[in-house]
């Protein structure tokens, strides 16, 4: 069974940085694009960061470039997201998503399997 699991997550005050890591197992998703979605209550899911199979193309949503980079580890199966600068604005549940093609994608309906989310909430 493939499945994504996230970690990373916590509290932490506005200005500060998290890690979080998306492992998948059960799957070398080595060919595979991944993604970085959050989610707050009442709103619809959003996109953040994606990166292409080989790490050769990222693409950020506007209201975190310059502050989170997307990065992956093949030999590891596990995608990163580091977050820097973090504001209140980013407190939300953070999923990973696999997508069974190379390239990076902003869509949700492009990704396939999903993680069950991590919590990051930044206090003010």
């Known amino acids: 069974q493939v499945q994504l699991l996230e970690s990373g997550g916590g509290l932490v005050q506005a200005g500060g940085s998290l890690r979080l890591s998306c492992v998948c197992s059960g799957r070398t998703f080595t060919f595979d694009a991944m993604g970085w979605f959050r989610q707050t209550p009442g709103k619809e899911r959003e996109f953040v960061a994606s990166i292409s199979w080989n790490g050769g193309n990222t693409i950020y949503v506007d209201s975190v470039k310059g502050r989170f980079t997307i990065s992956r580890d093949n030999a590891k199966n596990t995608v990163y997201l580091q977050m820097n600068s973090l504001k209140p604005e980013d407190t939300a549940v953070y999923y990973c998503?696999?997508?069974?093609?190379?390239?990076?994608?902003?869509?949700?309906?492009?990704?396939?399997?999903w993680g069950q989310g991590t919590q990051v909430t930044v206090s003010s």
């Open positions: 998503a696999l997508r069974l093609d190379g390239g990076a994608a902003m869509t949700l309906r492009e990704y396939t399997l």
